[in-house]
């Protein structure tokens, strides 16, 4: 592993080895920390948590894990489809590499979703859970089920092409088209300052101000374009989980889960209240990415979070 220092902090680029090549994670604080699993958003990266991180608690070890075919980590083998029941594996696959008996998850937005299937999924394996903007997956709608695959598995094929032509002459782009496309397509929700963080990992230098993008374009299909859960599936998935949770939204955000009824979004959060045995809800000003543009916003939250009962926490965990 690679240490980089940053302000007080000391990260390590660390290289997760799995069947189709590796899942890259940059991992910061001690050793013998307290662990905790972070878990990005779509098309983010690691970088995702660079703000954050040095507003949490000195004794806490942070895995920032990058997905399958996000910043760093490999890409799955040409014609292979990516989902998100890959990414819960994946998951799975970390914390097992880790050994660990117990770990606190912390998603944003689809990590955040991801992180309420592992916690219901692996009950025994999850210690916390913080969900940052991400109430829910987007619910399947079972009367256009047919279409919408059909619709993606259009796409996928259409993807793998341009995959199959990027393989013989990838786009190259420069920085600071990078930098504005990032800013447009984010719509709001990020600043040019914050970008640089998350392009330190998007990109790879392959020229004089020439890049190309480090992500699969079999990404760029949303795994909510192609889920089969209904909202019956996803309140079974509510109700099994058990562990404390914090759940943090963001006043100011628009995620694919915006259009929904808001009594939809209320129901699901009196399911994490009965189920959850400290359920915990807060709204904070700011815009989707409020965690890495004004960190300070969230950062007691999750810090009172991860005090609480901190003497059974070491107990329960395995030094990664």
Known sequence: MKSVKV????????????????LAAKVWGPDDGLPVLALHGWQDNAGSFDTLVHLLPENTCLVCLEFCG???????????FLSLYDHIYHVKLVI???????????GHSMGGQI??????IFPDKIHKLISLDAIKLRSS??????????????????????IENVSRKPSVTTYNQAREKLVKNYSGSVEAEHT?????RSLRKTGEDEYVYTRDLRTVIRPFLFNDFTTEKLKEIAKGIKCPFLLIKAKYSITSVSSER??????????????????HFVEVNGTHHVHLTHPEMVAPYICNFLRKNVEQSKDAHQDP
């Open 7 to 22: 302000n007080h902090l000391q990260y390590k680029d660390l290289q997760i080895p799995v069947p189709w090549g590796f």
């Open 70 to 80: 996000h910043g760093c980590s490999s890409h799955y083998h040409p014609g292979m």
């Open 96 to 106: 097992d590499f880790f050994q660990w008996e117990k770990i606190t998850l912390m």
């Open 115 to 120: 992180a309420l299937f592992v916690a219901s």
């Open 141 to 162: 709608l079972p009367d256009s089920f047919t279409s919408d695959m059909k619709a993606v598995i259009n796409d996928f094929q259409s993807i793998v092409r341009k």
């Open 196 to 200: 640089d963080i998350l392009l330190a």
């Open 262 to 279: 808001i009594e939809l979004h209320q129901e699901f959060l009196d399911i994490y209240r009965n189920a959850s045995s400290d359920f």
